[in-house]
């Protein structure tokens, strides 16, 4: 698997949202399947379980492309609109609060 890391750049993103189109109630952080404690919490002691942590850097043309594509594979299914995403840019481009 492949998952965000609460102090990483995912684990920021997911933070600078909140600010601004909160999570729905009682919903954990993605990114907290970034962390060893919490997958052993979910899988449970029966599971063989090594964690390797790894960097990787995602790069788009613009920051317009970056808000559609949240907007399409994020927001949607997160039960929030592309229109979100979109009042997302508009807020942290005012306030240069994207990591």
Known sequence: ???WV???AGGALFGTVAKY???PAGVASPALWG???HLRALFGPDVELSTTRRSMNFRFPS???W????GAHF???SGRSRRSA????RRCARTSSLP
């Open 67 to 70: 808000v559609d594509f949240f």
């Open 86 to 89: 979109r009042t997302v840019k």
């Open 6 to 8: 609460p102090d990483g």
């Open 63 to 65: 920051l317009d492309f």
């Open 35 to 37: 962390t060893e404690d």
């Open 21 to 23: 189109v909160p999570p």
């Open 1 to 3: 698997m492949a998952n």
């Open 75 to 77: 927001a949607r299914r």
